[in-house]
């Protein structure tokens, strides 16, 4: 899947002309941050396999000898049909975090409102270091950059209403008694976040 | 080190419910400097408004202290507090609270009107407090000519007015869509860097991303705090 992306975000680069095999490192980590450390070996072995493929073919060198490749039909069609085609992201369900979480609320003993509150802190801190990341690419209209902090701000925000939910769900069945009782399912409202009695709203108390 | 605006030591508020107390903040201590914006996070009932009106000085705390500036609140008489309200705490909150007979330049300048400025002083200010939010043009219109976003951004035009170094917002950015949300997101953070202290609470883990640092309570109490920033080789090489 991994090997994938690379191959295909590397034929990508070729859309707009010709590069040597240096340069599409550095375009690739201009475009991605630098959130892929793309190696040397790597970048060539793709690069090999593109050639092999007939998706790009050598064109000639340039005045530092480095050979410049240029995408083919073949990898302009092969291109599109990738833009054309979704995602099925194999690697979803083996989230060390789902994984995680499941089985600290499968296990007797374990805080499960500890386990996610600390992973809830953890990625606030990543959801500001990104949204500091990403105020500084907004500025500088850096648009590949961009929407790639975007993915990872929109991802983290998922995983905290995720988050938000196992709590809420594992406190619910841990306060239901055998058999649900009206009390069981007080119990249940009280823990997903029904407002303290009495407590004022400060909305009422502006000026 | 900056100058501390905020401080809460220990505070407790409890509040009495038929038969029984209920606590909605139990010994919570943190501080907020200049140029420091803390989002405040944790489900409903958790103590977020209690905690939000004990440091604008509209609650007094059962225990402990709240301080702003270095003035404990509960040392001041209602003139001093209310003066330290008017002149130097800016409030927004979800209900906007705009007067719908009132410009929105009029709604702006109202608070410095009444702290005594002339009406043509502090029309000046709110034009330029307008300004800054974008809404210059549209001084002259009545709240319910503006969109809600619109209307948003005068309230924070208004809160911002003056000298205020404190700035509390309750889910600022309401029902509002991403990118107007963002836009109210970015005044308050651009008057936090010029030097006012500000507390955001928001269940939009998105909007408290725009925070230098977030604090989550819990049934009254303060929980746990997002820690210090990381590198960016730091954080994207640990996700990539």
């Known amino acids: ?207 | 080190m900056s100058e501390v605006v905020l401080r809460f030591t220990d505070v407790c508020r409890t509040y009495r419910s038929g038969d029984t107390d209920v606590q909605a903040l139990d010994g919570v201590s943190f501080e907020v400097e200049a140029g420091e914006l803390v989002a405040v996070m944790g489900p409903s009932g958790s103590g977020k408004s209690t905690l939000l009106a004990l440091a604008g000085g509209l609650d007094t705390p059962t225990r402990g202290a709240v301080e702003v500036s270095g003035v404990d609140l509960d040392g001041l008489d209602a003139a001093g507090l209310a003066r330290l309200r008017r002149d130097r705490i800016g409030y927004v909150f979800q209900d906007l609270n705009l007067v719908t007979d009132l410009t929105a330049a009029e709604n702006v300048a109202l608070p410095r009107e009444l702290a005594g400025l002339s009406a043509r002083a502090a029309r000046r200010e709110a034009i330029t407090a307008l300004t800054r939010v974008g809404l210059g043009d549209l001084a002259q219109r009545f709240p319910d000519q503006l969109s809600g976003g619109q209307q948003q951004r005068v309230a924070i035009a208004r809160a911002l007015i003056g000298e205020r170094r404190l700035l509390l917002a309750d889910e600022p950015t309401g029902a509002l869509d991403s990118q107007t949300g963002e836009a109210v997101l970015s005044v308050l953070r651009a008057q936090v860097e010029a030097g006012a202290a500000g507390v955001l609470v928001t269940h939009e883990p998105r909007y408290a991303g725009w925070a230098d640092r977030t604090i989550f309570l819990r049934d009254g109490r303060l929980v746990d705090s997002t820690g210090p920033r990381r590198t960016p080789e730091q954080l994207l090489g640990g996700r990539a």
């Open chain 1, 1 to 207: 899947m991994q090997r994938n992306a690379v191959r295909w975000g590397l034929l990508a680069l070729f859309a707009d002309g010709p590069k040597y095999g240096y340069q599409l490192r550095t375009e690739f980590d201009a475009r991605t941050g630098g959130t892929w450390a793309l190696n040397v070996g790597q970048l060539y072995t793709t690069l090999e396999r593109l050639d092999r493929d007939g998706l790009v073919e050598a064109v000639g060198t340039n005045d530092e000898g480095r050979t410049i490749y240029a995408i083919t039909d073949r990898g302009r069609t092969a291109l599109a049909e990738w833009f054309a085609t979704p995602v099925t992201d194999t690697e979803r369900p083996r989230s060390e975090l789902a994984i995680k979480l499941g089985m600290a609320a499968a296990t007797a003993g374990v805080d499960v409102a500890a386990v996610v509150q600390a992973q809830r802190t953890e990625s606030m801190r990543q959801m500001r270091d990104l949204t500091d990341l990403r105020r500084r690419a907004d500025q500088q209209d850096d648009l590949a950059w961009l929407l790639l902090l975007d993915h990872l701000v929109f991802g983290l925000e998922s995983e905290i209403r995720w988050l938000d939910h196992v709590e809420a769900t594992v406190l619910r069945r841990r306060t239901r008694r055998p058999g649900p009782t009206p009390a069981g399912t007080r119990a249940a409202g009280q823990t997903s976040g029904t407002p303290a009695a009495g407590e004022p709203d400060a909305t009422e108390a502006v000026r």
